[in-house]
Every structure is written in C-alpha cells, then in structure tokens.
C-alpha cells in the first residue's frame, strides 16, 4: 500500500472514531468500517488528525486531481466540526471539489459541495455558502440521496436563518426532515 493509500485510511479511520454515525458518507473506505467505535476513541482520533494536520492539508493539495483528493477532504468533517478552523475547510473542500468534479464517484461533488457551504457558514460568508449548498442539493435530488438532500436542505436552513430569512428557513429545515 502506498503513503498516501495509508494516510488516507488512517484519517478515514479517525474520522469514523469522531461522528461515527454521521450521513452522508461516500468515500469508499468508510464501507468497511461496521460497528461502533469506543466513546474514548474520539479524543484520540482527534489527537491523531491534530498531529497529522499539516501533512493532511498537504495531502488534499497534492491530491486535488486524483481520487484521494475529496477523499481526504471528506475524512476531515469530523475534525472540522469538532475543532473549527473553518478558513481551513474552505480551502480543504474547495480543493477536495477540484477533484470530486473529476472523480468517478458521482457522490463526491455533491459531498463536496455540502462541506464547501458549511465551511462558508462557519466564515459566516453566506453568499457564498448558498450557490454551494443550492447546487449540493441539486445533484442529491438527481442521485435520490435522501441523507444527501436532507444535509444540503439543512445548510440552506441556517443560511436562511444568518441572513434573517426566518420563514425560507422553516421551510428548508422542515423539508430537510422529509426530504
């Protein structure tokens, strides 16, 4: 297995130790994860992406027109969500775009897209986190994701609700449980 075979399923890894029951997932990798990790495993996973860091980052820009590239990007949501920098999660999703609009996995751009709307959202730059989120939910309709829309109708949600557009906001988080 290459270098970059191994920190790629070492961060996925992580990743499913720190939101183990989040949805959607695409990346292939996580197929092979079953049961539930230890509730202890989270601060070491956290741990082991936060001494990884530098090299992770460096990992999605290396990779941003190979399969890997949104792969690591995706293995990275949970630390995102956990510990912030969200500058960082726009330049990591914005690069993992680059290559899920080239991957073979059609769930790669729409997974990309989400995590780009919720890195803006998090930057509180929501003219930027809508057009991402709008066109996540767009290909999710396409692909019959229900996890998929459900998270892209959630971003719309809190877009809506940071732009004091209280009703649009009802709408897309009630669509979002039913989508």
């Known amino acids: 297995m290459t270098n970059t075979a191994t920190l790629l399923e070492e961060t996925v890894k992580n990743d499913w130790r720190i939101i183990p029951d989040r949805a959607p997932r695409v990346g292939p990798l996580y197929a092979a994860l079953t049961g539930a990790p230890d509730?202890?495993?989270?601060?070491?996973?956290?741990?082991?992406?936060?001494?990884?860091?530098?090299?992770?980052l460096a990992?999605?820009?290396?990779?941003?027109?190979?399969?890997?590239?949104?792969?690591?990007?995706?293995?990275?949501h949970g630390w995102f969500v956990t510990c912030g920098a969200q500058a960082d999660r726009v330049r990591v999703y914005t690069l993992g775009l680059e290559s899920a609009r080239?991957?073979?996995?059609p769930e790669a751009t729409p997974q990309m897209l989400t995590g780009l709307a919720?890195?803006?959202i998090g930057t509180?730059?929501?003219?930027?986190?809508?057009?991402?989120a709008e066109e996540a939910l767009s290909l999710w309709?396409?692909?019959?994701h229900q996890a998929g829309q459900a998270a892209?109708?959630?971003?719309?949600?809190?877009?809506?609700?940071?732009?004091?557009?209280?009703?649009?906001?009802?709408?897309?988080?009630?669509?979002?449980?039913?989508?």
Do not use: C
Not at 102 to 105: G, I, K, L, N, P
């Open 39 to 56: 509730a202890s495993d989270t601060q070491e996973a956290l741990t082991w992406i936060s001494g990884n860091y530098t090299r992770l």
């Open 59 to 76: 990992a999605v820009e290396d990779n941003r027109h190979a399969e890997e590239g949104w792969q690591f990007a995706e293995a990275l």
């Open 102 to 105: 080239e991957s073979m996995t």
């Open 118 to 120: 919720s890195g803006h």
């Open 124 to 132: 509180r730059d929501y003219a930027a986190a809508r057009p991402a």
């Open 141 to 144: 309709q396409e692909y019959g």
């Open 152 to 179: 892209a109708l959630g971003k719309l949600g809190v877009i809506a609700t940071g732009t004091d557009r209280a009703e649009e906001a009802l709408e897309h988080l009630g669509a979002a449980r039913h989508p």
